[in-house]
């Protein structure tokens, strides 16, 4: 029963690790093998590479690693102000200062604590702090003085099972999306772009529709 779940501060049940970046004027540094995580790529509910990489020589001087089955969780940024970015890491990745790595001692699994956080979103959303730049932000006992709720092993097993399957339900659905938008696209190509029909005319859009512009009261 929920009622007789326990409850336990966040910092209790993972460790929160910062990351690094590497000096950009150092070439030595960029274009290795090991993916390097931003708020620029932290989209994605699941995260294993990026748009950047580090050489192992950036990862000593600058950065840590994310390793496989933690959490990655953005603290710090303008990022904030439109959602909390939150990831599991699915392979080793490096990620900069603006994002915490949560990872559990072994008590309560990530697994529980990914999906508790995602259910979290809208508290955290509330609760984002402004920098003096004024980006946002969460502080560090902020996040470790989160009480998350305890369930049993096999509450937990089951909570996690459930979550899962619909995850992986939610990321099969964008990939078949993505698919139809890609092959609309190559459609609208070939009936509007590649169109060999004499009896099709070009001209503006304005010779056609009555465009208007909006004003903010």
Known sequence: MKSEWTYRPLGELVSFASGGTPSKKRDDYWGGTIPWISAKTLKTENIDTSDLFITEE?????????????????????????????????????FNQDIKCLDSYGEVENEFIFYWLLSQKDYLMAKVGVTGI??????????QKLMIPIPSEQERKSIVGFASSISEKIRCNAKVNDNLQQQAMALYAEMFLNSSNNDVTSGTLSDIAVITMGQSP
């Open 134 to 143: 004024g980006a946002g932000k969460f502080d560090l006992d902020f996040l």
């Open 58 to 94: 950036g990862l000593k001087a600058g950065s840590k690693i994310a390793p496989k089955g933690s959490i990655l969780l953005l603290t710090r940024g303008s990022g904030l102000f439109n959602g909390i970015p939150i990831a599991r890491v699915e392979k080793d990745v490096a």
